[in-house]
């Protein structure tokens, strides 16, 4: 699959670029791509939540009434989980969500993320940039330059670059990212790929083509 580079006024450089086959172009997997993203979701999750237990209770630990001659059930403790104020029966604890997942399942997910994106159409490839100085507003006025100003765009980057992260950070439909840590929940949820040229070579080197 070959793309025309742009530069950064939206315009064509006159060069191209190939995108492998082997991983824009493969047969995607559906369920590769659903447990990726739920692994990614399930590492999200802090896994902080945490209620009291009969154990952990602050209360007298007095028999409340006598056994028998009442009329009602017996009842021993004041933080026994039938009382108001008492314990939680099985209350959450804290604990991790994540699971493990094998390599060669989550490549194929980003594989086939990638296969859906060029299948649609959604793949830029740009020419490597920077910007001097932080500034949200070239980031913008790139966006509307590429004519992608209204969608969701994640820009992928052969390398950190700490001024064009800067540019993004507050601006909720743009997400940047190194070839190397691209994952299949950013592919999925952005509308608009922006490739930058030398991240295409990274994102082979990473899939070891």
């Known amino acids: 699959m070959e793309l ?11 060069r191209k670029v190939t995108l492998s086959d082997q ?21 999200q999750r802090q896994g902080t ?3 009291k237990e009969r154990g952990e209770i602050a209360g007298s630990t007095r028999k409340i009434k006598r056994q028998k001659g ?10 026994s989980p039938v009382f108001r104020g008492g314990g ?27 296969t859906y994106k060029a299948s649609e159409k959604s793949i830029l490839v740009l020419e490597d940039f920077n910007f001097e100085a932080p500034k949200t507003k ?32 507050n601006l909720q439909d743009v997400s940047v990212v190194t070839a190397s ?7 999925l949820n952005a509308k608009t790929i922006v490739l930058c040229e030398g991240s295409v070579a990274k994102i082979e080197e990473a899939f070891k083509l």
């Open 4 to 14: 025309s580079v742009l530069n950064i006024e939206g315009k064509e450089t006159g």
């Open 23 to 43: 991983i824009f172009g493969i047969e995607p997997s559906d369920h590769a791509i659903y447990l990726d993203v739920k692994q990614y979701m399930a590492n």
């Open 49 to 51: 939540s945490k209620s």
């Open 70 to 79: 009442t009329g009602t059930a017996r009842a021993g403790s004041i933080k």
């Open 88 to 114: 939680t029966i099985f209350g959450p604890r804290p604990r991790t969500y994540g699971f493990k997942l094998n390599k060669k399942v989550k490549q194929l997910a980003r594989k086939s993320a990638l």
């Open 138 to 169: 070239e980031m913008v006025a790139l966006k509307s330059n590429l004519q992608i100003a209204e969608k969701k765009a994640l820009f992928v980057l052969p390398a950190e670059n700490n001024n064009i992260y800067l540019s993004s950070r």
């Open 181 to 187: 840590e691209l994952n299949t929940y950013q592919i």
